[in-house]
């Protein structure tokens, strides 16, 4: 693998902050075997299950353990390696949390991305850093279109808002101490922003997301209580926003200042489906699964439909999705199916699988 994205992450020592969640493990697993000298930082809260301990550690450069929010910690960590890239994926990531705890959202997700790019900005060696946001920063209005990157930022709940801010922060760094402009002369470091919408794949153990409750009560031969049936998402494998980070990372390393920008990551554009839809082939996969749906009176707000436009990056960074949703679905159920049933981890076969079909896709990362 150390070919992938033009062979520009083998010895490369990257930060990956939030290495311990659910996309943030299947990357620095990525990373690793792409030959990059992988240091992991992230909260020492791990879910249970956790992907990150099944994977093992062994591949790892370092990892820490440090909270975002104490910047002399994460500056530390910063000036104290010889960084060359950033991703920072951490994140209080859960909608429904973020009703319960917004203040914990709003520091977490905005000021302890102003410490992680601050921090940044201290150690020359840095060429750049992706910051992850997510679909949710976009102001939604419901309104069945898909959103672009000149879309205007908003977000309803706590994490949504606090997912808007996180680009504010990003798009304030920027414009006034990374302007695309003065590259090269003022400054050398590329700031780059991602937008990817709901995330599915084996490994995740976040509280309140749909295919981690579904399958952790299928092991146990529960139903789970599904709250909005109707509601649309772009489902993607956790593998393409990834494949979309690390593309934007190569371009950061090799001094593609035009990345300094936002970029969406989703599924093709007709390719939305209804949670019933997913759990209709969840369900043919694992027969264990059952769900049922009862009337919820005082559900807090949630989004009904959001979908992304993704011609930027089709077009400027010729990214395309490698899985369709369909088989993002069948990767994700028959992981966990995998997990539960033959105690096995099939990262790796569908990390293998995944290069191998972009590949075939003639996917510009893999030539
Ligand atoms: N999973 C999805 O469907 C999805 C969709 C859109 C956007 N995102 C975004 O992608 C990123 C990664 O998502 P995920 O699903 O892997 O989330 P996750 O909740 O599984 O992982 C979050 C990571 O952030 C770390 N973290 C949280 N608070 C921290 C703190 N104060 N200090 C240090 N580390 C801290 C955790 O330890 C963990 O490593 C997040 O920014 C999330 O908002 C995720």
């Avoid at 990892?63 to 060359?84: A, L, Q, R």
């Avoid at 690390?246 to 209804?274: C, H, M, R, Y």
Wanted: glycine fraction near 6%; proline fraction near 3%; aromatic fraction near 12%.
């Amino acid at each position: 693998m150390v070919n992938l994205f033009g062979g520009v992450y083998q010895n490369q020592t990257i930060l990956l902050i939030g290495n311990t969640g659910f996309k943030g493990s299947w990357m620095a697993y990525w990373l690793s075997k792409m030959g990059a000298k992988v240091i992991g930082y992230s909260h020492k809260t791990l879910t249970s299950p956790c992907h990150f301990d099944l994977l093992g550690k062994e591949f790892y450069h370092e990892y820490i353990f440090g909270d975002i929010n104490d910047y002399k910690v994460i500056e530390k960590v910063v000036k104290s390696n010889n960084i060359d890239l950033v991703f920072h994926l951490a994140a209080q990531s859960l909608v429904r949390y973020s009703y319960s705890n917004p203040l914990e959202t709003f520091t977490t997700n905005v000021i302890g991305t102003a410490n992680v790019i601050e921090a940044s900005k201290q150690n020359s060696n840095i060429k750049g850093i992706v910051v992850v946001s997510s679909d949710k920063c976009y102001e939604n209005f419901e309104d069945d279109r898909p959103y672009n990157e000149l879309d205007r930022m908003g977000g309803y709940d706590p994490y949504s808002a606090s997912k808007g801010c996180t680009e504010l922060v990003a798009n304030s760094y920027r414009s006034s101490f990374f302007n695309k402009k003065d590259f090269g002369t003022k400054h050398n470091f590329i700031l780059a922003s991602a937008r990817a919408g709901n995330v599915i794949g084996g490994g995740d153990w976040s509280l309140d997301r749909l295919i981690p409750d579904v399958v952790k009560n299928a092991s146990q031969q529960q139903s789970t209580e599904i709250r909005n049936p109707a509601a649309t998402r772009p489902w993607q494998h956790v593998l393409e926003p990834i494949s979309g980070y690390l593309l934007l990372g190569q371009n950061i390393l090799q001094k593609n200042s035009s990345v300094s920008e936002g970029w969406n990551f989703g599924p093709a554009n007709n390719e939305t489906l209804s949670v019933k839809e997913v759990l209709g082939v969840a369900t043919k996969i694992w027969t264990e699964i059952s769900y049922h749906t009862p009337e919820q009176l005082n559900a807090p707000h949630e989004a009904k439909l959001l979908r992304l436009d993704i011609s930027k990056a089709t077009k400027e960074l010729d990214w395309k999705p490698v899985w369709n949703t369909l088989t993002a679905i069948e990767k994700t159920i028959e992981w966990y199916k995998n997990f539960y049933t033959n105690k096995v981890l099939s990262t790796e076969s569908d990390l293998i699988t995944y290069v191998n079909q972009a590949t075939e896709k003639n996917c510009n990362w893999t030539k």
